[in-house]
């Protein structure tokens, strides 16, 4: 049993194209988050929702855009790919809205723009 | 602006032995302090946390300490075990921010 899936583990694309990242959480969690961890290694949030409701929405260009159709899952979609968007993107997800709950990491998706 | 900084980016002990993974932070306004571990090709896993009204907390093999006058904190492993090879982040989060501010993380390295 997967408490936090993402489809898919691995993305390769050319520059311009639009694509999407799903995650899927079943623990019954408020709070989901999108993560991108970037070739330095920092993992920095992009997105939080709790509830379907965006709460964090950090310095991220506007061609990315999270979606929340219910409570267990939180979609990333990217506009017009660019070569600096390649890197491991991870959906979280935590119970309430504090987030120094723990929180817990999908497997990742790692995204490589060509 | 990298308000967390984990200085080494990787750390090798012989099994048995203590790993120490150090975290200095710049910020005085976070409230709690998490560790997480990360195999290759999964995600962080939550380890242990400390809030800042605390100088220590312990779960089993597993204690961080918290030196607020320093801004620094570490994580001792008692013994190391193999398995405990795995890069370790240290993240910190202040109220009213609702984020968690990672560092970029020490590869641990157990050798059996």
């Known amino acids: 049993d997967t408490a936090v899936s993402q489809t898919p583990k691995y993305l390769v694309t050319q520059m311009g194209n639009d694509k999407s990242i799903k995650c899927e959480q079943n623990l019954g969690h408020d709070t989901m988050y999108w993560y991108k961890q970037d070739s330095k290694k920092f993992l920095k949030i992009m997105f939080s929702y709790n509830n379907k409701e965006l709460i964090i929405n950090e310095t991220v260009p506007n061609r990315f855009s999270p979606k929340s159709p219910d409570k267990a899952h939180l979609n990333l979609h990217i506009n017009s790919l660019e070569l600096g968007d390649s890197a491991v993107y991870f959906c979280?997800?935590?119970?309430?809205?504090?987030?120094?709950?723990?929180?817990?990491f999908g497997p990742g998706t790692r995204l490589t723009v060509l | 602006d990298q308000q967390v900084k984990q200085n080494s980016p990787s750390l090798s002990v012989q099994e048995g032995r203590i790993s120490i993974l150090n975290c200095d932070y710049t910020?005085?306004?976070?409230?709690?302090f998490l560790w997480y571990k990360k195999y290759p090709a999964e995600g962080p896993t939550f380890l242990i946390s400390i809030s800042s009204i605390k100088d220590k907390n312990e779960d089993g093999r597993f204690t961080v300490f918290l030196n607020k006058s320093a801004k620094h904190l570490s994580l001792h492993i008692v013994p190391s075990q193999p398995g405990d090879s795995a890069v370790y982040f240290c993240a910190a989060w202040r109220g009213g921010s609702e984020k968690l501010v990672f560092g970029k993380g020490t590869k641990l390295t157990v050798n059996p």
């Open positions: 979280a997800s935590s119970r309430g809205t504090v987030s120094y709950n723990e929180q817990f």
């Open positions: 910020n005085s306004m976070f409230d709690y």
